[in-house]
């Protein structure tokens, strides 16, 4: 069984496999991650008892950086499963102004030994995204940057068309009453005041639903955007430990947040509700059994680069 374990042959298919699963993994599922398959994890036991193998068959006459190497990379398998297996991850939903310590998972709920206000929530943009009218009638497609105040005129139809407002996240309020329900560009329109055959109307256009009122005109209005792509979501937080000072950050996306062995991540938050963000919250009790075998190839490379 021990020669089995350390055969060469045995390396490669399962170094084959896991090649496999990862190309799959990055190129083509669509679906649940493999990493948590009860098969991905038995290509791991595998290739751990493998090198295990081949170290123990040559223990004798080893060179301590062979076995430092192959130790290493035990460890560090063996780091992957504790993670798999020890780690916490949990959601932490926040609304603006409000104070939490609850974090859930499933249907079960968990109190941190801190708590998390947020202070503020904003998106950034690439650049600030640019408005446009497209008007498309018999003599073609002609498009205008969108201004307010801004006059255009179609000539084939005898028309004209003033931007009368611009908004960001269209939203209606009692009694009708257009508002910005965000800062962000959710839900952008535009209401257009059209004078055409001896009528003037007001018509609102908006850039998730094109093709509005195409009964109603002689010609066709699109209003969209440029430049809208975000390039990130950050929440303002403090928080609040069981002990000590308040802290004051800034998450990101690519930005998280440590604090009493836990990190905080940005993971989400909702188009409709500016004052809302969805922090994940994970601690890693095996992140030192991975340091470990790191550290142990380390000083195996050292030793090889020294002899």
């Known amino acids: 069984m021990l020669k089995f374990l350390a055969s060469l042959r045995l390396f490669f298919a399962v170094c084959l496999a896991l090649a496999g699963a990862f190309v799959y993994q990055t190129l083509f599922n669509r679906g649940a991650p493999v990493y948590g398959a009860p098969w991905f994890a038995a290509l791991g036991v595998l290739a751990a008892a493998n090198i295990a193998a081949c170290s123990l068959r040559r223990a004798r006459t080893a060179s301590a950086h062979f076995l430092l190497l192959h130790a290493g990379l035990v460890v560090i398998i063996a780091g992957a499963f504790v993670t798999r297996f020890?780690?916490?991850?949990?959601?932490?939903?926040?609304?603006?102004?409000?104070?939490?310590?609850?974090?859930?998972?499933?249907?079960?709920?968990?109190?941190?030994?801190?708590?998390?206000?947020?202070?503020?929530?904003?998106?950034?943009?690439?650049?600030?995204?640019?408005?446009?009218?497209?008007?498309?009638?018999?003599?073609?497609?002609?498009?205008?940057?969108?201004?307010?105040?801004?006059?255009?005129?179609?000539?084939?139809?005898?028309?004209?068309?003033?931007?009368?407002?611009?908004?960001?996240?269209?939203?209606?309020?009692?009694?009708?009453?257009?508002?910005?329900?965000?800062?962000?560009?959710?839900?952008?329109?535009?209401?257009?005041?059209?004078?055409?055959?001896?009528?003037?109307?007001?018509?609102?256009?908006?850039?998730?639903?094109?093709?509005?009122?195409?009964?109603?005109?002689?010609?066709?209005?699109?209003?969209?955007?440029?430049?809208?792509?975000?390039?990130?979501?950050?929440?303002?937080?403090?928080?609040?430990?069981g002990e000590g000072p308040k802290v004051c950050a800034e998450i990101a996306v690519n930005k998280p947040l440590k604090a009493g062995g836990y990190t905080l991540y940005q993971t989400s938050y909702d188009p409709a509700d500016a004052g809302y963000s969805l922090l994940t919250v994970t601690r890693d009790r095996g992140v030192w059994v991975v340091y470990a075998g790191f550290t142990m190839l380390l000083m195996g490379v050292l030793l090889w680069l020294r002899k």
């Open 86 to 241: 020890f780690r916490f991850e949990a959601e932490l939903p926040l609304r603006a102004g409000t104070l939490s310590d609850l974090a859930y998972s499933g249907g079960a709920s968990y109190k941190l030994p801190f708590s998390v206000q947020l202070e503020d929530f904003r998106l950034e943009y690439y650049a600030e995204p640019l408005g446009r009218l497209a008007v498309l009638d018999e003599a073609g497609r002609r498009e205008f940057d969108a201004e307010e105040g801004a006059v255009i005129k179609v000539p084939s139809a005898r028309a004209e068309i003033k931007v009368l407002r611009l908004v960001r996240d269209f939203g209606l309020a009692a009694g009708n009453k257009v508002t910005e329900k965000s800062p962000y560009w959710h839900n952008p329109a535009a209401q257009l005041e059209i004078t055409a055959g001896g009528k003037k109307q007001r018509l609102w256009f908006f850039s998730n639903f094109p093709g509005m009122h195409r009964g109603q005109l002689p010609f066709h209005i699109f209003y969209s955007l440029e430049q809208a792509e975000i390039k990130n979501f950050i929440s303002k937080v403090t928080l609040i430990p």
